[in-house]
């Protein structure tokens, strides 16, 4: 009998194809699992008007972890129209399945380690090193939104905010709104895993990245909640600075950071500049993280102009693997599945293109399982 049940959520695009890879390198380590397949992406919302059925989210409940390959997502018009005829008007509206599993599992802590293999040709310089704490559940991607927006919305604004009364003139249909929420408990929750993750693995620094000088209210919360953590980790040093100054001070000196921790959106971002500064979403994968569960993902999406052309590079998918791995406690065959990759980059012999190569995606995995041997 395997000793796990994963949930294995391929998706769409080249999600397919990493995934594949994923599963020779995890057959070759010797890890022991049931994969159960779910239905989740683009074909299941425009067949039924939903890219995450209600019988995947059982199958996440009922198994150990979930290995995630990759989505298409499209703006609100365009996904609207390629829903089957028999499901258009009828009040259908897309929204991202990885952002739904998300909150319907509380998985709050999304973790990207961003480390760079020495001699990947993709990075921007060897030995950084950043780990990026990144809230999953709220802030703007809590998907409370308004549009068209109703008088009594804007009455109300207007009324609790004098700055809004310039938008008075303004139609129902001339007016959006997206809501930013913070929490005391979701700020607790992100900044406290990387306070401990920190000091479980001897970290000395956490960069703290909010906008407190501009958005008051929500940074404010989140900033003064870091404040209040950080107390108890006192052989940690703390940094504070606002998330422009961040992204800039990343490209030029990546190397004087080590964690941070922010809000949801602000982490989608600086982590995409992490993942790039250490040799692009070809290599950067990702864990989100809750109480009791959690689901393992590359940070690329589903490129689907290279869909079927097994090309892109697996390796993110196959970390994204190697951090399942850890968090079930099988951590010798997570090192082993990190080393092999190290020596693979290290070599230069069989990498893809995006970096400087032209192997293929299982033509990666292959050479990875003979580095396990």
């Known amino acids: 009998m395997a000793k796990y049940k994963i949930a294995w959520l391929p998706g769409d695009g080249i999600g397919t194809e990493v995934m594949e890879a994923a599963r020779i390198v995890l057959d070759a380590v010797g890890f022991e699992a049931e994969y159960?397949?779910?239905?989740?992406?683009?074909?299941?919302?425009?067949?039924?008007g939903n890219p995450l059925p209600q019988r995947t989210i059982d199958l996440l409940n009922s198994t150990d972890a979930c290995l995630f390959g990759a989505i298409t997502s499209k703006p609100k018009?365009?996904?609207?129209?390629?829903?089957?005829?028999?499901?258009?008007?009828k009040g259908f509206e897309y929204s991202s399945p990885i952002v739904g599993m998300r909150q319907l599992l509380n998985l709050h802590t999304n973790m990207r380690p961003c480390k760079a293999f020495p001699t990947n040709p993709a990075n921007f310089r060897d030995g950084i090193d950043i780990t990026v704490f990144r809230e999953n559940t709220e802030g703007l991607y809590a998907g409370v939104e308004f549009y068209p927006l109703e008088d009594e919305l804007r009455q109300s604004i207007i009324k609790h905010n004098k700055k809004?009364?310039?938008?008075?003139?303004a139609l129902p249909d001339e007016i959006a709104i997206s809501l930013r929420i913070i929490t005391k408990?979701?700020?607790?929750?992100?900044?406290?895993?990387?306070?401990?993750y920190a000091k479980k693995t001897g970290r000395n620094k956490v960069t703290i990245a909010?906008?407190?000088?501009?958005i008051r209210e929500?940074?404010?919360?989140?900033?003064r909640t870091g404040r209040e953590i950080a107390k108890n980790y006192p052989g940690i040093e703390v940094e504070e600075n606002n998330i422009d100054a961040i992204a800039m001070w990343l490209v030029k000196n990546p190397e004087d950071y080590d964690i941070i921790v922010t809000s949801n959106l602000f982490g989608d971002i600086?982590?995409?500049?992490?993942?790039?500064?250490?040799?692009?979403m070809g290599v950067s994968a990702a864990a989100n993280i809750g109480d009791e569960y959690a689901v393992f993902e590359p940070t690329h999406g589903s490129a689907p102009k290279h869909a079927g052309k097994y090309k892109v590079n697996p390796i993110a998918q196959i970390m994204s693997a190697k951090l399942m791995l850890d968090w079930l406690g099988e951590t010798e065959m997570a090192d082993r599945i990190y080393k092999a990759i190290a020596q693979l980059i290290e070599e230069k012999k069989v990498l893809t293109y995006d970096m400087g190569g032209t192997a293929g995606t299982l033509d990666v995995a292959n050479e990875i399982v003979r580095k396990l041997a």
């Not at 159960?36 to 039924?48: H, L, M, Y």
Request: proline share 3%; glycine share 10%.
């Open 36 to 48: 159960i397949n779910g239905d989740v992406g683009w074909e299941f919302w425009k067949s039924e």
């Open 77 to 89: 018009e365009e996904a609207i129209k390629e829903l089957a005829p028999e499901l258009a008007d």
């Open 164 to 169: 809004m009364s310039k938008f008075d003139f």
């Open 185 to 196: 408990r979701g700020a607790t929750a992100i900044i406290t895993s990387a306070f401990e």
């Open 210 to 214: 909010e906008k407190p000088n501009v």
């Open 218 to 223: 929500t940074s404010g919360l989140f900033l």
């Open 270 to 280: 600086l982590s995409d500049i992490t993942g790039m500064l250490t040799g692009g």
